[in-house]
């Protein structure tokens, strides 16, 4: 009987925690070097980002870096596909214009379960942009 109750115990705690990680980890994208191609993938995991409620932002707006969704993989796409846009996969790319640091904004939510409620989110990075 107890070792049931500390097993249901172990579940309900860790429901209850933060599920949502970001890969890259750190708190720095890959540096970038003025008029050269930019690319960089950023991936939210812990349940699937709420479409409407997801926003990424790239600042200054002047610096020639934006972001933008993955594309889903043509394997998951149906007929019945809304969207293609993967709101777990947030794409860093452009051509630097400047140098200077970049900082992206990464916010939305999580949608909930049976065990857990939505969960917002919000991970800000910097990028290096050299000369």
Not at 11 to 24: I, K, N, R
Not at 90 to 96: L, V
């Amino acid at each position: 009987m107890n070792k049931h109750l500390m097993i249901m115990a172990v579940f309900f705690l860790t429901a209850c925690g933060s599920s949502v990680s970001f890969s890259p980890k750190e708190n720095e994208l890959p540096d970038a070097k003025v008029g050269e191609s930019y690319y960089s993938t950023i991936n939210i995991e812990g349940g699937r980002v709420i479409g409407m409620l997801a926003g990424n932002s790239v600042k200054p707006d002047d610096l020639g870096l934006h972001a933008q969704h993955c594309e889903l993989p043509k394997e998951v796409i149906t007929k019945n596909t809304i969207s293609t846009k993967d709101n777990n996969c947030i794409i860093i790319s452009g051509i630097p214009a400047k140098a200077g640091t970049a900082t992206v904004n990464i916010h939305g939510a999580i949608y909930g379960n049976m065990f857990k409620n939505s969960e917002e989110f919000n991970k800000i990075y910097t990028i290096k942009i050299k000369k």
